[in-house]
């Protein structure tokens, strides 16, 4: 998606990926997917969405929300979300009567911060907060593949190339792990290699298993975009 004539946006790569997810499947993403394009896409593929929103985002859909519940630290309004001329004009393939029923939530995480979401979900604002809170288990795999394992620069220029040098830098990783494993028990050191492997197809969309195992709620399906 990076090189060529056939170069395309992480958004427009994940709303090909959500048509390749099991039915019923839940999509957690942070703000740089918190638009109506990707949960247009995600809910017409049978999927569940929990989106975090940009403050200025959910300004714009508080304005056409109505309150449902309120309490400290925490609001939930019910929403029709429809798309924007600018949503229309990137995306014509979306119809002009296009409309998501949706929740919006405000909470106020323990750091003080303040996030935002929009969901398809019917749950109160703290089950919805403690789901995404979730998203946090595979922050480190991420953070280990794109950065400590330098994938975010890749140079393959081809799909079989980028299915090699990922796949070699992946098993290289594995056999380290496993290597200084026998050496951290002999020291008494709890230890869980810094990622495991779950599925990996070359031409559909990875499955990773996190430390707690592939994180499941009452849907088939979890998956996290970053």
């Known amino acids: 998606a990076k090189f060529g004539p056939h170069a395309v946006s992480e958004v427009e790569l994940a709303r090909h990926c959500f048509q390749r997810l099991p039915p019923d499947s839940m999509i957690l993403a942070d703000a740089g997917f918190g638009i109506f394009s990707v949960a247009w896409a995600a809910v017409g593929s049978g999927h569940a969405v929990l989106l975090r929103l940009s403050p200025q985002r959910f300004q714009s859909l508080l304005k056409r929300s109505e309150p449902v519940a309120r309490g400290e630290g925490w609001g939930t309004w019910s929403c029709r979300w429809k798309p924007t001329a600018k949503d229309r004009k990137t995306n014509p393939h979306i119809p002009a009567t296009a409309m998501l029923a949706v929740r919006l939530h405000a909470l106020t995480a323990i750091s003080g911060e303040l996030l935002y979401f929009v969901t398809t979900l019917p749950d109160d604002a ?93 849907r088939k399906f979890l998956v996290t975009l970053h």
């Open 126 to 218: 703290s089950v919805v907060g403690e789901i995404y809170r979730q998203r946090m288990d595979v922050e480190t795999d991420i953070r280990n593949i794109k950065v400590v394992l330098d994938t975010e620069h890749l140079q393959a220029q081809s799909p079989a190339m980028f299915r090699k040098e990922l796949l070699t830098i992946l098993k290289d990783r594995s056999s380290r792990s496993l290597l200084i494993a026998p050496a951290l028990m002999q020291a008494e050191l709890a230890f869980l290699p810094e990622f495991k492997i779950f599925r990996l197809h070359a031409v559909t969309v990875p499955v990773w298993r996190t430390r707690r195992g592939v994180t499941i709620f009452s």
